[in-house]
């Protein structure tokens, strides 16, 4: 069987084939009726023969007769030919009964029973009735006919080929046929509870509002395996009618050629049931033309119409349904298909309330204009599950069927589903739904209607009609329309098909479902003057030129919200207003993917549409991790709203007249504001947002205390910058950008970050301009070093705020929000300069202002304060080196006493030790007039590797010591930022020494002492502001000491000794950096001389303890000389002097406890009396041990 064709049991006839045949059977030839009979005639007969004898009727109500094989019998008034009641019974075998009158061919009523047996198709049994009212076959008040080879021709109008009337009145045809030719004579007609039975009887109607299969109220038809023709107008092929009526049709072929009328009939209350076969209304090959005649039709309440088993339904005319139910009927359709050819044929309709059409698994095609594969109107309700829906449906092949119309109106405006109104409902899953023709949209509701859509499939394959448009998959239109789709995949392909499109108070709602467009225009989600869609987890590709995934027009408010799925177009923006007014949001996770159109790529396009209005639009977009594009406002109104998601694009206003609102929330926005001039463009950033890009005619920008701007170019806002948060200008190739703003205010917190060059007057540096207007508030000023060596300024210093146009700023509009330091020096910011008072300048100098000044005093540098932290270290390196360097007997004690004493051996037999400590204050002069107090300790022990007596008394001592040493200053001081002795940090050195020295003893006791010494320490500055250096340093230290004693008294214990000292001493310091620059210094070699005198006086206790007290007086000069230290390369020379005179005092005490064993220590205060910038004190302690083998 073919898709879209009813295949026939028998062929069907054309109209005058029918007629023909049925005229030429009216008049019958003698002589062929006579070699039949010859030829028919029975051997015995069973029953008694009917009487009278033929050619006369028969009327019998009790017993039983028999007509024996082509018996004729006729009636010419009203009587029946035969006529059989109460409990008589008739059978004829080919028997010909014609009614020439007004009769029934055959009745039986009460019990009386007919059987009409027929013995082939080529002897059956005929009954022909002429007048009006003769029915052929009539039982009534329970008579029972049956019959086979039976053939039934009635000529009467108002005349049934068979009737049943009454309860348990039966007629029962098999391999039979019943023909009627004039109006109102149906073929068969049931009613109170009389039933038919028709098995491969086949009915052919001609007349008008004459059926083929009639149940009336009560009345039951079964029909199996049978064809029907109907040729009259106004009457349909099958039906049921009426409360109790029944018609059941098994694999049937019903045939409707008339207009009118339905071809299988549900009204009334009444019942069909079809299992297998077809319904056909119409002329496949176009020889008739009918109209209005439904393929099945259930009109009224309880009215219903049930198919299964692979039935189905062709419609041939215009206006004619497929399958319709009306006013409360129900067609449950589970068969093959629906078919319809012509226009304003719909495949499936429910029109008013209660109306229900069930579709199960089965197909519906339409291919006639305005033909929808359903419809649904006047609060009716279809159902569709498992089933293929096309309109615009071609068959193919050799022998398609006659169309009606031009060939270009196939399927034009045919929607796949057409709901309209309110209480008008259609469901369905699992469909599959293709329209072909140009305004057919796959599913259209309208005027409050509801649709509810799961899975399936929705196709359009249609570009614009002038009615309806574009072929859209899916539209919403009107107050109240509502439909909701859960995993259909929509797809259309031509120009201005839009995927989902709810317009004029229409509503869609959309979960996990997949669009994808084609065409030019075609946009993915639309919602029109008043719509509103709502979409989630849902995938949305657009592929044609201009399409967007989402597009908003017209001038009622509408709404599009989206959340979940994707987005995507390849040849338009992803979001496109045009003269629309209403909102999109945009939520969670939506995975967005823009195509680049004309060069750019575009999120979005707000502007007018083709009548010039402009679009108002407010765009949410919330929770988008990912987001790329631009957005261009050209020209209308719009409302930006971006929270908790990541957007990397342009905000442009093209042409004047635009109007933006930009609002960030939690939110990252890389990408520039750019507005063409006319326009107003404000932007507020909020709860940790931040904005990378610049902004080109911005209005107003308002930045709450959480959120920053990057500052990426050259920026302006003609209003006003409200900053309570963080302004910074991101560094740039060979160029520094300027903000300019109409005015500006801060709040405490706010912060601006600036680029510059820190270097001499007018270096390079980010500007702000304050164009007119005022800058108040408070606002701290960052700075970044862009490479700037540091230098000192002697003028206004680098700009970094700047009026214009009468502009002004308050005293305390700007502060300086950290340190701005760069080589040697640190940078303040002053408000005033020497052209305006108003603007704002870093400088690296003070004025010196005179107590009457008269003119401007010399510039201060503003040094920074790790430059007097730094710039001793040489200096108090070569302090630690000569403490532990010391004197002869600070170092080893009174070595003279070991005269005389028994050694063991030459060669390593002594050794030595000490602990020594110093607090000193030092003060050098130079450029920063460093000072430190500080604390030295440390231990230092020897070994004689040689101690010798030579036979005229000379002695040697010559060995090897290590040494270690500890300074710790929490107080250097110098010259910073302007203020002298200012409290700079904190400087620690530590490390190893080790020394060799050689001593020679005179016979008389004087003595010359060499020594050389290396030290390694490790320098640790942390400066009072937090930066911090380390570095390493290496000294190397030679001394040459003399002493001659001189002594006197009592057994010459008082000596007084001079003593000379020579120390020489080298210093290298490794170059390091901190925070702000590169540190290296250049050590000065420095000399340092002693003179001095000791006084001692030697005793011994009662235990033979020797005792040798001793004062000491010393005269100390440092020879001048410069240590030199460098920030940076550009950095001038920052000298630390050296170079003292200083005086010192002390006492001492050598302990011989026994020959071999000695204590040693002593004390001492040293001072310089010169008050000068160079100066030092120091206290000095050391204590010791010396053991001799």
Known sequence: MRDDHMGMSVAIPRLGACKKALLSSIFFNPATLAVAMTTLSPSSQALAQCAPSAPASVSISSGSCSDPALTTRESANVAPVIDVSGTGSYSGTSVLLTATGSGHGVRASGKGTANLIGTSSDAVSEITTNGTGGHGLHAEAGGVITGNYTTVTIYGTNAYGISAVGANSSVTLTDSSVSTVLDNAHGAYAVGGGIITLTRTDLTIYGTAASAAFADVGGAITLNYLNTFSFGDNAPGAAASGVGSNLILNNGYINGYGSGGAVLFATGGGTVTMGGGAIASGDYYGGTINSDAPGMLARGVDSSIVVRDGASTATYGANSQGVWADAGGSIDFAGYGIFTYQPNSTGSEASGAYSTVILTNTIVRTSGPSSAGLLVTDAGTITVTGTEITTGFTLTGSNPPVLQFPAAEVGLESHGADVIGTGSELHAQNATITTIGDGSIGVRVSQGATAVITGGTITTKGGDSATFGGADGVR??????????????????????????????????????????????????????????????????????????????????????????????????????????????????????????????????????????????????????????????????????????????????????????????????????????????????????????????????????????????????????????????????????????????????????????????????????????????????????????????????????????????????????????????????????????????????????????????????????????????????????????????????????????????????????????????????????????????????????????????????????????????????????????????????KGPSLGAYWTHFAPSGWYVDAVVQGSWYDADAVSAYNASLTTNTTGYTASLEAGYPIRFGEDDRWLIEPQAQIVYQYMSVDGSHDQYSRVDWDAGRAWTGRLGARLQYLTRDERGTLWQPYARFNLWHSFSGNDTVFFGPSSPAIENSFGDTALEIGGGLTVRLKENVSLYGQASYRWSPDSGRSNQTATAGTFGIRFDW
Request: proline letters at 3%; charged letters at 10%; zero cysteines.
């Open 476 to 989: 919403s239109t009107d107050a109240g329309s509502t439909i909701t789709l859960t995993g259909t995949k929509v797809t259309t392909q031509k120009t201005n098909a839009i995927g989902l499109h709810s317009m004029a108070g229409g509503s869609i709602t959309a979960s996990n479902a997949t669009v994808a467009t084609m065409g030019s225009a075609a946009h993915g989600l639309a919602s029109a003057n008043g719509g509103t869609l709502t979409a989630s987890g849902s995938t949305i590709a657009v592929n044609g030129s201009g399409s967007s995934a989402v597009y908003l027009a017209g001038s009622a408010p509408s709404t599009v919200s989206f959340s979940g799925g994707s987005l995507s177009a390849a040849n338009g923006p992803i979001i496109l207003a045009e003269g629309g007014v209403g909102t999109i949001s945009i939520n969670g996770n939506t995975t967005i993917k823009p195509a680049v159109v004309n060069g750019q790529l575009l999120l979005a396009k707000v502007t007018e549409d083709a009548a010039g209005a402009s679009s108002n639009l407010i765009l949410n977009i919330n929770g988008i991790s990912s987001l790329t594009g631009d957005i261009v406002v050209d020209p209308s109104t719009l409302t930006y709203n971006l929270s908790n998601s990541r957007w990397t694009g342009n905000l442009m206003l093209v042409g004047a007249g635009n109007t933006v609102s930009a609002s960030l929330t939690t939110s990252q926005w890389t990408g520039d504001l750019l507005a063409d001039t006319g326009n107003t463009a404000d932007l507020s950033l909020a709860q940790d947002s931040l904005w990378t890009g610049l902004a080109r005619n911005a209005t107003d920008i308002t930045i709450d205390a959480n959120s920053i701007w990057n500052v990426t170019g050259h920026s302006n806002a003609t209003d006003a910058v409200a900053n309570s948060g963080l302004i910074q200008f991101l560094p740039r190739s060979n160029t520094y950008t300027t903000l300019t703003v109409g005015s500006y205010s801060g709040s405490a917190g706010s912060r601006i970050g600036f680029n510059t060059y820190l270097g001499a007057d007018n270096s390079p540096s980010n500007l702000l301009v304050i164009n007119g207007g005022q800058a108040g508030g408070t606002t701290s000023v960052l700075v970044n070093n862009t490479g700037g060596p540091g230098e000192q300024t002697t003028a206004d210093g680098i700009r970094l705020v700047q009026v214009t146009n009468g502009g002004t700023t308050t005293n305390d509009a700007f502060t300086l929000g950290q340190r701005v330091t760069a080589g040697a020096y640190e940078y303040q910011l002053f408000r005033g300069g020497r052209t305006d008072s108003n603007d704002w300048f870093l400088r690296s100098h003070i004025i010196d202002t005179p107590t009457a000044p008269a003119t401007e005093g010399p510039e201060i540098p503003l040094y920074r304060p790790e430059v007097a932290l730094y710039a001793p270290i040489p200096a108090i390196a070569r302090q630690m080196g000569l403490a532990t360097l010391g004197t002869l007997h600070e170092r080893v004690g009174e070595e003279e006493n070991l005269r005389g004493v028994p050694q063991s051996r030459t060669y390593v037999n002594g050794a030595w030790g000490r602990m020594f400590g110093e607090h000193f204050s030092n003060r050098w002069g130079g450029s920063v007039d460093a000072s430190a107090k500080g604390d030295l300790t440390g231990f230092q022990t020897g070994l004689d590797i040689l101690r010798r007596t030579t036979d005229s008394g000379h002695r040697d001592h010559a060995g090897l010591y290590f040494a270690y040493s500890n300074y710790d200053s929490s107080s250097v001081r110098g010259f910073a930022q302007g203020t002298q002795d200012l409290g700079v940090g904190e400087l620690t050195l």
